[in-house]
């Protein structure tokens, strides 16, 4: 099985944390990413998330092989949900298990931040308000409404850390 | 795959080939053998592909020290015994190997070499003269890179080489060699540096830019939504996904700019001047939001 994943039904963390466990790991860092109420100011009634399964499987997996290279940590793994999500819904999971506990924090903060840079998956957000927007696009897609037009870059990532 | 021999050579020495993959590539300045052009392939095993239709049997020609190399490792090699003497030096080792075998050589810097171009060499082969070859159509000499060494060619060639010359058109000049003309004036343009390679690349992407293209795209997030559907076959003559955007983007109310999207063929990322091919699956991938 991948240790890229992606999920329809609720994520749950305990039973992904014990697929990690090693007796040669003596620490295990996780992160879990959830569904927050607000963005930049407007107030978020639900989320939609989607994904490029075939393409966000592949990069998944090769940003895991790049944590586990670069920290030396034993294993790593990350679920992402994708489809309707509440608030406080958990989003994404990632785990890392490795001797040390350095290593693991380490590992585990690369993950999430490449995850959210490079893997093909969507956000839409439902507001109070009644009206919707894909994250990064709608903004940036009337470029001529900002006053100062930023240069797009090819990654182009906004912050919009959970 | 042997092609069906004419009627005609049914007596005539077997045909192998010989693709010329020994040179130093000094002028590119990176391994003429394993440049990829539009169609895909590294070159050698594209020139290969080619040859393997008509001759045979079919070898890469080498230095000893290249044969490790990964697309050369592919197929089976003739190492040259000589050194420094040009490619003359492939077809002796050749010929070394097998004195009985006319050989198809062919070099491996001929990105616009067609089937029309080889099969019209194969149909007018005159196994009865030393060699055929075309005639060049730059400059009236022969083209000794993508021509027919008949066995008799053998020894001549043997005395020209000691007699301290490497020029193989000049030997082909001289002996008795059916020349033909070319089908293609473009097909046996040569390409020793990245100028000329770029010449060639263009002229390939033209050419398949004027055949029609069976593509599915699949949309996602906002552009799924702004083309009201998830995915869609089309037939398109876009030569890469930056026209195709284009074509979509007059077809759809996209509001992304392409410099804001990121592309994929066949499920993995791929730069937008990628030549699509037949059967491609196209993605364009909107600013991703995951986490």
């Known amino acids: 099985m991948s240790a890229f994943r992606f999920t329809r039904t609720p994520i749950e963390p305990q039973a992904l944390r014990a697929q990690l466990a090693d007796p040669s790991c003596g620490g295990y860092a996780a992160f879990e990413g959830w569904v927050r109420d607000s963005h930049e100011g407007r107030r978020v009634r639900r989320l939609e998330y989607e994904a490029f399964e075939a393409l966000a499987v592949r990069e998944g997996e090769r940003i895991l092989a790049e944590a586990i290279a670069r920290f030396g940590v034993a294993h790593a793994a990350c679920l992402h949900r994708v489809g309707d999500l509440g608030i406080g819904e958990l989003a994404v999971w990632v785990g890392v298990s490795a001797p040390h506990r350095h290593e693991a924090f380490l590992a585990c903060r690369y993950i999430i931040d490449e995850v959210k840079q490079r893997v093909p998956i969507w956000k839409k957000e439902h507001y109070l308000s009644g009206d919707s927007g894909w994250v990064n696009c709608e903004r940036c897609a009337a470029p001529a409404a900002e006053a100062s037009a930023a240069p797009a870059s090819v990654q182009h990532a906004h912050e919009h850390g959970h | ?291």
């Not at chain 2, 055949?211 to 998830?230: D, F, I, P, S």
């Open chain 2, 1 to 291: 795959m042997a092609g069906t021999p004419d009627r005609a050579h049914a007596s005539a020495p077997p045909l192998y080939g010989l693709v010329l993959a020994g040179g130093r590539s000094t002028r590119m300045g990176r391994d003429k053998a394993t440049l990829s052009y539009a169609h895909g392939a590294p070159q050698l095993e594209r020139a290969m592909a080619l040859l393997a239709r008509h001759v045979q049997r079919a070898y890469v020609s080498v230095r000893a020290e290249q044969s490790a190399e990964a697309v050369r490792a592919r197929f089976p090699q003739i190492v040259d015994a000589l050194d420094d003497i040009g490619p003359i030096a492939g077809l002796l080792a050749a010929q070394a190997q097998h004195p009985e075998a006319a050989w198809l050589v062919l070099a491996c810097d001929l990105p616009l070499l067609d089937e029309a171009t080889l099969a019209h060499l194969l149909r007018a082969r005159a196994p009865e003269r030393t060699a055929t070859a075309y005639r060049s159509s730059h400059d009236g000499l022969p083209e000794p890179l993508c021509a027919i060494y008949e066995p008799r060619s053998r020894e001549p060639l043997s005395a020209y080489v000691a007699a301290g010359k490497q020029c193989p058109r000049k030997f082909l000049a001289g002996a008795d060699t059916l020349l033909l003309d070319e089908p293609n004036p473009r097909a046996l343009d040569n390409v020793n540096t990245p100028t000329e390679y770029g010449s060639a690349n263009d002229t390939l992407i033209r050419e398949s830019a004027v055949q029609a293209k069976h593509l599915t795209v699949q949309y996602y997030a906002l552009l799924r939504e702004q083309a009201g559907r998830r995915q869609e076959a089309l037939q398109s003559c876009a030569p890469t996904p930056r026209e195709l955007y284009a074509e979509l983007a007059a077809r759809y109310p996209f509001s992304l700019a392409p410099e804001m999207l990121r592309v994929a063929v066949n499920a993995e990322f791929a730069d937008w001047s990628t030549p699509l091919k037949d059967g491609d699956a196209v993605v364009f991938i909107p600013p991703v939001a995951g986490g």
